[in-house]
C-alpha cells in the first residue's frame, strides 16, 4: 500500500477487500445475460456432491476439527436440507450412530466419543438429529444434561467448570425449548444475564463489557424471545445496529469496522427479521387483530393504564405516545409464540435483501460447491452452513405467512435457488423443527 502510507491496518483490509467485491460486481454486470443466468445459479448438484462427500470421507487437514465432530454433521446436514435433500438410510443410521457415541453417560454430546459433553456440541448433535428426524433419531437424545450447565448467576456454562457467556445461555435454550424441557429452574435470572450483554451500540456482546457482535445478537435475541422475556431488550437500538451493519458490499460485517463476511449473512439477517415480526407483531397487537396470552401480574400493575385500552394515545408528545405503544407492546410481549412465527409476516424486509443475496451468491459461493466467507478465501462447511442459511431468510424475509413460499422476485436467479424456509429460533428446517416438536411433546 506504498500509495495510500496514512491507512490503517483495517482501512488497507477493507480497501482491499472492496476491489475484490466491486471487481467481481463490475465483471459480472458487463457479462452477457446468459452468463449472468447461470453466475446466479446456486448449482445444487455441486453443493450437494461438496456435502456428499465431505459426510462420507474427510481428509488429514479436519483433524483440527477432532472436537467440533457434531457440528461438522450438523453443518453438512442441515445445508442438504435447505437444498431440500436428505441423506440415504446408511448415512442416515450411521450418523445417528456416531452421535450415539459422542453422548456421554449423563447426556450431552462431546465432539467426538470419549470426549466431555459441551454445550456447543450438544446444540449441534441434536440440530442434527432433528433435522435427520424420525423416531430412531429423535429418541437417542438423553434429555438430562442441561440443569448441570446452569450458573447460581442465571446464566450457563459450556461444559462443567467451563466459560460463561451469551452463546451458551443459548444454546442451552434452543435445546431445552426444541426437547421440551425449558422450565422455571432453566430460565431464572437469565433474562437479567443477557440484558447486561446489551451494549451502548444497541448489538449484544459475548459477556458484560464485550463488544457487541453479529454472533451473539442472535444468540442473545432468539434467546430473549425463547424465553418470552425479549421486550425487555433496548429493540430499537438493537435494530438500528443491525440494519447499519450491512456494509456498501451489501454483505453484513459482524461487527462495527469490521469486514464483510459471507455467514453473517445469517447472524444479522435472522435477527433482523424476528425483530421485523417482532414489531409487526406490534402493530397487530395495536389493531386489535392478534390474540394474545393474558399480561404479567406485575405488569399488570406497571402498565395498567395501558391494558385499559391498548390504543389510547392519552398523551400529546410523540416520544410519550411511543413510549406508550411500547409499554403496550412490553406486556404483549409474553408472546404466543405460534401467533408470532405463524400468522405476523411483514412484507417489506427492513435490509436490502436482494443485494445481499448478490454478495453471498457471487462473492461467498464458490463455482465447484460450497461457500467462504469473502473473495480469495476457501469454501468450508461452516461457511456454507451460515451462507445457506441466511440466503433462506433472505428469501423468506417477505412471506406475509408460513404457508406462502417466497414469489420469484424476492429470489436472487430464478425460482430454482429456492432454499427451504428455517426456524428462525432454532436454525433449522421449518418441518423438520414441527416434526420435533411433535414427537418431544408426545414423549413428556
Ligand atoms: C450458536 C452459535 C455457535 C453461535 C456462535 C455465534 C458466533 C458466530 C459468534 C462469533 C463470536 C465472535 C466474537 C467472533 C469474532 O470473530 P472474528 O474476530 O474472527 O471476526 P470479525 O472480525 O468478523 O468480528
Ligand atoms: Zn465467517
Redesign the pocket.
Known sequence: MEDLPSMTVSQRDQFLVLNDVFRIYSDFDASDIATQIFTVEIQRDKQLDYLMNGLRHLGPSFSSLDANRPWICYWILHSIALLGESVDDELENNTIDFLGRCQGSDGGYGGGPGQLAHL?TS?AAVNTLVTLGGDKALSSINRCFLRRMKDPDGGFRVHDMGEMDV?AC??AISIASILNILDDELTQGLGDYILSCQTYEGGIG?EPGSEA?A??T??GLATMALITEVDRLNLDSLMNWIVHQQGVERGF???TN??V?GCYTF?QAAPCVLLQRLYSAHDLVLQGSLHMSQPRDEDHEEHAHDEDDPESDDDDSDEDSNEGLLLTFSYHLQLNLVALFEDCRRVQPVFDSLNLQRYVILCSMVPEGGFRDKPGRPRDFYHTCYCLSGLSVAQHAWSKDKDTPPLNSDILGSYANHLEQVHLLHNVVMDRYNKAIEFFHRAV
Open positions: 456447543a446444540y452463546r443459548y444454546l459475548g457482535h454472533g451473539n442472535y444468540c460485517q459482524g461487527r469490521k469486514l463476511d447472524w
